[in-house]
């Protein structure tokens, strides 16, 4: 019984094939013990038996794939092509979390059961899958989704056909659609702080803007120029490269030219690896911190690429780093490398990613349905306080209210965590002023 | 009609059977959902066909026609964004009545070249126009030096290279990587309803036929055979008089006015375009379509696409994590066993099989190996 349990639905992928169904379920008990203590779960779920949960017809009226014990939800992320490296770890975050919920009752009783479909790093095959994914699978809601190109392909089919995503990945704000939940931070709540920091803690008065051309860093730079300017301080550079560029030393010998207080970087994907490795290279040594460099591009998993020796020194901003220190993410980052391996990293995104499925299971629960519109009306001020980054809660703009961290990078790949929030930061993806 | 295009009865057959299959036999057995999928395979199949004059018949290999597919979708894209548009539509945005793209880019006015897009008709125009234009001027600068054979396709991968670099730096213009998303009406019609997707699918069923007719046309007549010598020895054509880059160049617009069409219809029935199609890996992609269904045949590059392209969307909804290997397994397999693709295994295998009434024969005329490029 346990064995049909654990494997998800037809055209899906088996969780983990190399271990026996039973001991992998009696582990995740252990691991969602943890988590037991999310509350509205326990509120509202009466009992978490299989077999006491309401009526189908009364939680799903607008026929989605759910049965009196199973419900369907889709995961997209690419598994293949060049994004695969860095939404490979949101796939597992995901899968992680939903065997955790499945091992504490499931959500309104039923078992959750996944279809996964591979976006292929290409945003009209995200568009297809996602279109598979609600017409033909009908699932109740969809984890998935990394770079912001292919969430705006597939923008128009979940509005058109009225599906839920949950987004994991930090990204340039300018959007909110009823049938998104942001669960990465928008640019302001990752710039401001950071920039703030660097500005009273280290007296930066100089800065030089740096990023990949595309949509996030531009914007995400537009609003730290504001921000920046707004305090009479100066920018003193402003450049961008084409994703995957490798050659940064005229960039680096201007940086090196203009002097400035803080490097700040937003290069993406693999032009990390040679931003930093030139970095170094042209004696920028980074733990001097003159210039300091602080991103908010690169998460543990970049670290991977980059080497922890080639970036030592830097600062990021961030909601998240896996050295942080609560029970909730000793919990997750023991559980997740018990299923992963322990040579797993996990990033920013990788945590947000295992947020979508607790938000989405508090959210069915507190509207007692899986309809889609009931789910929409029920989100905004869900709350989770078994977060790994610590607690979040869902704004009226379906972004979360959460923290803002500085980590400090340090040569084992992992960052130090030297700063937070005091208060959690607002959501606000049009921010006025800013544009 | 098969008298206009010296048919013989196999190949009015073969007409007849794929039109049974596209208008018939599909949208009867596939739901909406499925069947703009096959409308979309069938937009690359535009290309495919296009590649079967240039390539196997003219013997010219591009590797770059996903820039011609790319321009004529972008045309469309274009006209499809600004309906798009309006300034109700996009009041929250900082300059209201442009592209939501242009407004996070920081662009205020919309720029020069978006302006006749506002009109359809010229919208049309531009999706041939524009494309076939860009060809007459490689094929100009190319075939006229004569260039040909591998440079020729080093040469076209290249610009395909350029151009999609270009999109993508220049998105406030473009949209960059993420493309022109969210295109919603063509002249208030909504294109993504189930049954204007079933109508468009038909549309672009009826534009494939035009193509595969004027196709077919093309390889009856004495162009054809032209094209045919000089892909054989094109030297000795040069000698007997003939203009060989001028005939290039032709064939080398037509088909770029093929791939057009396809991209205009594939904006209009997926509702985005995006420079992953201008890029250097789709334009591959969509001569192994070609390769597949077999180079020589017309009727073979749609099966091709189709085959292909059905295979892979089985494949990775099957097995998300192993499709690549399977699909990569498919074209070393055919490339060894059928060198002509599916029209080689109908030609050798099938026809000599059928009564001669229907147009079988003993000894098919293409069946003999196909000439090294």
């Given at each position: 019984m346990t064995d049909t349990n654990t494997r998800p639905v037809r055209r899906s992928l088996q969780v983990h094939p190399d271990q026996p169904a039973s001991m992998e379920r009696r582990k995740l008990l252990g691991g969602a013990l943890g988590l037991a203590a999310l509350p509205l779960a326990a509120s509202l779920l009466p009992s978490r038996a299989f077999a006491q949960a309401p009526l189908t017809s009364a939680v799903n009226t607008t026929g989605l794939a759910v049965t009196d014990s199973t419900v369907k939800v889709g995961i997209l992320h690419s598994i293949t092509g060049t994004m695969a490296i860095s939404e490979t770890g949101s796939v597992q975050a995901e899968k992680l979390a939903i065997d955790q919920i499945n091992a504490a009752g499931g959500v309104l009783g039923r078992k959750i059961e996944f279809v996964q479909e591979d976006g292929a790093s290409d945003w009209p095959t995200f568009a297809e899958k996602a279109r598979k994914l609600l017409v033909?699978?009908?699932?109740?809601s969809v984890f998935g989704c990394w770079t912001s190109a292919s969430r705006k392909a597939v923008l128009p089919v979940f509005e058109q056909y009225n599906g839920m995503l949950y987004y994991p990945t930090f990204y340039e704000g300018l959007e909110q659609s009823p049938n998104v939940i942001y669960t990465g931070q928008e640019a302001t709540q990752q710039i401001l702080a950071g920039i703030d920091w660097v500005v009273k803690e280290k007296g930066a008065k100089s800065f030089y803007l740096i990023g990949s051309d595309y949509i996030w860093p531009r914007t995400s730079n537009k609003i730290a120029r504001r921000h920046i300017e707004k305090q009479g301080l100066s920018v003193v550079g402003e450049d961008y490269f084409p994703l995957g560029h490798t050659q940064f030393n005229s960039v680096i010998n201007k940086i090196k030219l203009k002097k400035p207080d803080v490097i700040y970087a937003i290069v993406v994907g693999g032009s990390n690896v040679a931003f930093y490795k030139q970095l170094k290279a042209a004696g920028i040594d980074m733990t001097q911190e003159h210039p300091l460099l602080l991103t908010i591009s690169v998460t543990e998993d970049e670290i991977r690429g980059i080497g922890g020796e080639n970036i030592e020194g830097a600062y990021a901003a961030m909601k998240y780093f896996q050295s942080l220190d609560n029970e909730n993410n000793k919990a997750f980052v023991a559980n997740f490398k018990e299923m992963w391996g322990d040579d797993m990293v996990i990033g920013d995104v990788t945590q947000a990613a295992y947020l979508g499925a607790w938000l989405w299971k508090a959210a069915v629960e507190k509207a007692g349905s899986f309809d889609i519109d009931k789910v929409r009306e029920a989100s905004p001020g869900i709350e989770l306080t078994t977060a790994p980054e610590g607690y979040v809660r869902i704004h009226e703009n379906h972004h979360l209210w959460s923290k803002t961290r500085i980590g400090h990078a340090k040569a084992d790949g992992q960052y130090e965590v030297v700063y937070e929030t005091a208060d959690l930061m607002e959501p606000n993806p049009f921010p006025e002023g800013y544009q | 009609m098969a008298r206009i295009l010296n048919m013989d009865r196999t190949q009015l057959l073969g007409f007849v059977l794929l039109a049974a299959l596209v208008f018939l036999v599909l949208p009867l057995a596939l739901d909406a959902f499925r069947l703009n999928m096959v409308g979309k395979y069938l937009t690359y199949a535009f290309v495919a066909v296009g590649l079967v004059l240039?390539?196997?018949?003219?013997?010219i290999l591009s590797l770059g026609q996903g820039v011609f597919f790319g321009l004529g979708g972008y045309c469309m894209a274009m006209f499809l964004k600004l309906e798009a548009s309006t300034p109700e539509a996009t009041a929250i945005q900082s300059t209201p009545g442009i592209p939501d793209f242009m407004d996070w880019n920081q662009v205020t006015a919309l720029p020069w070249f978006w302006e006749?897009?506002?009109?359809l008709a010229f919208t049309l125009f531009a999706v041939i126009a524009v494309p076939v234009a860009f060809a007459f001027i490689i094929g100009v600068a190319m075939f006229k030096r004569r260039v040909g054979g591998v440079y020729f396709a080093i040469i076209t991968q290249a610009v395909a290279a350029i151009l999609s670099i270009l999109i993508i730096g220049q998105q406030g213009y473009t949209g960059g990587v993420n493309g022109i998303t969210d295109l919603r009406t063509l002249l208030g019609w909504d294109i993504r309803t189930d049954s204007a997707r079933t109508i468009l699918y038909f549309v672009n069923g009826g534009l494939l036929f035009v193509c595969l007719f004027i196709a077919a046309w093309i390889k009856s007549t004495k162009f054809g055979r032209i094209l045919v010598a000089m892909r054989g020895r094109e030297d000795r054509v040069r000698f007997s008089g003939y203009d060989v880059s001028a005939f290039k160049i032709f064939v080398f617009c037509v088909a770029a006015g093929m791939a057009a069409v396809g991209g205009a219809m594939f904006t209009l029935q997926v509702g985005f375009m995006s420079p992953t199609f201008v890029g250097i890996v789709p334009s591959i992609e969509m001569v192994i379509f070609c390769a597949v269904g077999g180079r020589l045949s017309i009727l073979g590059a749609v099966y091709g696409t189709l085959l292909v392209n059905w295979g892979k969307t089985t494949f990775s909804e099957t097995f998300p994590e192993l499709w690549l290997f399977a699909m990569g397994a498919v074209f070393i397999g055919v490339v060894l066993a059928f060198p002509n693709g599916l029209a080689g295994l109908w030609t050798d295998h099938v026809a000599p099989r059928l009564p001669r009434r229907l147009g079988g024969r003993p000894r098919p005329e293409a069946a003999q190996p196909a000439p090294a490029e």
């Open positions: 033909e699978d009908k699932v109740a | 240039c390539w196997g018949y003219g013997g006749p897009f506002h009109n």
